[in-house]
């Protein structure tokens, strides 16, 4: 389907004129969609308007700080809108009910698959939460500290702490915004990016032992299973950052993360350096995101895949050193 582009002003109209309203966060749930979702679940709140936020998968432990207070009103919906949802196989099985019934989506990924009546979408944002920022501006809701500690964590954990490519300057704008609204900026930067607890850091020296390289150290790939999740008593929402391990490695330009889900289906994590595209490459397995960061899932034997992945990742890798002859001369992958 196709859906109609609207912008922010139309959205925050449409926002205002919504009563009994589901807010739907995508599976595997991170900081962006539950900042959006919770953000814009006080702001209606503010207003007397009834809202809740719903998602398949339990909020992850350090997240949880997102919902305090937040009563959990139980309606009859009247109006379901999605945030952060590029794609409606990325609702999870707790949020089938909903499929098909969208009203309004709110996104920043450029692969956004249209499955809304109306679109509220800016690829050019750095996160979602910079778009709800903007929306709940045009609605003259007023930015308390918890509604900006909301979407503070979405910019930053989407930013990877400000130090992505996808950061603008007005990323830093609405950051110091919400600074100035009085965010606890402190607290969430420590909490997401400065605490990990022994099971993780378990978990990602289990991950690391089973590291593989390819194309001379240009393809990084680590594997998290059931097992090693189950041994740390983590859940998928627990492991939000070890997908960038793996391009950490000096010399790395893709770093892929295989994380067993269940039985039979594999979610991948695709980070890359300037010279990919992860979105591209994710998209030919029907997956998507942004291009230094995307993501796909699968469901055959994990080897079997990993060699389609390769073959994609060094066909990318060979056009990045056809494209670009004296600048990667002297990388080691240049010549298959």
């Known amino acids: 389907?196709?859906?109609?582009?609207?912008?922010?002003?139309?959205?925050?109209?449409?926002?205002?004129?919504?009563?009994?309203?589901?807010?739907?966060?995508?599976?595997?749930?991170?900081?962006?969609?539950?900042?959006?979702?919770?953000?814009?679940?006080?702001?209606?709140?503010?207003?007397?308007?009834?809202?809740?936020?719903?998602?398949?998968?339990?909020?992850?432990?350090?997240?949880?700080?997102?919902?305090?207070?937040?009563?959990?009103?139980?309606?009859?919906?009247?109006?379901?809108?999605?945030?952060?949802?590029?794609?409606?196989?990325?609702?999870?099985?707790?949020?089938?009910?909903?499929?098909?019934?969208?009203?309004?989506?709110?996104?920043?990924?450029?692969?956004?698959?249209?499955?809304?009546?109306?679109?509220?979408?800016?690829?050019?944002?750095?996160?979602?939460?910079?778009?709800?920022?903007?929306?709940?501006?045009?609605?003259?809701?007023?930015?308390?500290?918890?509604?900006?500690?909301?979407?503070?964590?979405?910019?930053?954990?989407?930013?990877?702490?400000?130090?992505?490519?996808?950061?603008?300057?007005?990323?830093?704008?609405?950051?110091?915004?919400?600074?100035?609204?009085?965010?606890?900026?402190?607290?969430?930067?420590?909490?997401?990016?400065?605490?990990?607890?022994?099971?993780v850091i378990g978990l990602e020296r289990a991950a690391l032992n089973g590291l593989s390289l390819y194309r001379n150290g240009a393809i990084a790939v680590i594997t998290v299973t059931r097992e090693m999740m189950a041994q740390g008593g983590l859940c998928e929402g627990d492991l939000d950052g070890i997908a960038a391990l793996p391009r950490k490695i000096e010399g790395v330009e893709a770093g892929v993360t295989i994380k067993e889900r269940s039985e039979n289906e594999y979610k991948v994590s695709l980070r890359t350096s300037e010279l990919l595209d992860a979105s591209d490459i994710c998209a030919r397995f029907g997956g998507g995101g942004h291009a230094r960061a995307a993501g796909c899932s699968f469901d055959c034997p994990p080897a079997l895949f990993l060699d389609k992945l390769l073959a994609a990742l060094n066909e990318a890798l060979d056009s990045a050193a056809a494209e670009h002859p004296e600048e990667l001369h002297m990388k080691k992958w240049s010549v298959s």
Request: hydrophobic fraction near 40%; glycine fraction near 8%; aromatic fraction near 6%.
């Open 1 to 199: 389907m196709e859906s109609e582009r609207i912008t922010i002003q139309q959205t925050a109209l449409r926002l205002l004129d919504m009563n009994r309203v589901v807010i739907l966060c995508h599976r595997s749930p991170d900081g962006d969609t539950l900042g959006s979702g919770y953000a814009l679940c006080r702001a209606l709140q503010s207003l007397g308007r009834q809202a809740r936020v719903a998602c398949s998968d339990p909020v992850p432990a350090k997240l949880t700080y997102l919902a305090a207070g937040v009563p959990e009103e139980d309606f009859p919906e009247e109006h379901v809108i999605s945030v952060d949802i590029a794609d409606e196989a990325l609702f999870g099985s707790g949020l089938e009910p909903f499929r098909g019934r969208v009203e309004l989506a709110i996104d920043h990924h450029a692969g956004h698959r249209c499955f809304a009546g109306e679109l509220c979408l800016d690829s050019g944002s750095a996160s979602a939460c910079e778009i709800v920022y903007e929306i709940l501006l045009a609605m003259g809701v007023p930015m308390t500290p918890e509604i900006a500690s909301c979407l503070y964590t979405g910019t930053a954990t989407d930013t990877g702490c400000f130090k992505y490519t996808n950061v603008t300057p007005h990323t830093h704008r609405v950051a110091a915004a919400l600074i100035e609204a009085g965010c606890d900026f402190k607290t969430i930067n420590k909490v997401m990016f400065d605490t990990k607890s022994m099971a």
